[in-house]
């Protein structure tokens, strides 16, 4: 059995230093520790570092992560994830969150935990959109600036629309 680690933030600005020194306090070799920086829009076996972890898994390793958001972005995917590593023989912990999938009451804390943080996006989302309206509502526009023919016409004599 051996300890397989697994960090993934959303965006190239954000640092998984945190995540990788729980995994390295937890025992996972840096050596085994993959990575993805991607958006949650992909599904985790769409993420390049995720394809890499399950191709190096083996039956009886454990995949450890710092918390089990960070297998996916949606209660979903999380759960499929696991599932599917679970399927493989490989099981899961999550340090920050304690749970270990492999018992009943992991299980429920698996899917109370990602419960909670789908809604907690969710709440991102609609808080983003509120403000968007309402910034829409105070006369801000958003994207492109609308052309003027006359910026047009002097930057390009005898273009025509």
């Known amino acids: 059995m051996r300890p397989i680690g697994y960090t993934r933030v959303s965006t190239s600005s ?14 996972v070799q840096k ?8 958006s949650g829009s992909k599904t985790a076996i769409e993420r390049p570092g995720m394809k890499k972890l399950l191709g190096y898994a083996e039956p ?7 918390r ?18 679970r399927e493989r023989g490989v099981q ?13 009451t992991g299980r429920l804390m698996l899917n109370m935990l990602a419960t909670l943080a789908e809604y907690e996006r969710e709440l991102i989302v609609e808080r983003v959109n509120a ?18 023919p ?4 002097m930057r390009w004599p005898g273009f025509e629309r």
């Open 68 to 85: 089990i958001d960070r297998l996916g972005r949606s209660l979903i995917d999380v759960l499929n994830t696991v599932n599917l590593l």
């Open 150 to 153: 006359v910026m047009i016409a």
């Open 31 to 38: 050596r085994d520790v993959f990575a993805d920086v991607t």
């Open 14 to 27: 954000q640092d998984a230093q945190l995540q990788l020194d729980a995994l390295v306090n937890a025992g």
């Open 131 to 148: 403000g968007i309206a309402a910034a829409r509502q105070n006369g801000t526009r958003f994207g492109r600036p609308l052309s003027d």
């Open 92 to 104: 899961v912990r999550s340090i920050s969150d304690g749970i270990d999938p492999a018992t009943s």
């Open 60 to 66: 009886g390793d454990t995949v450890v992560v710092w």
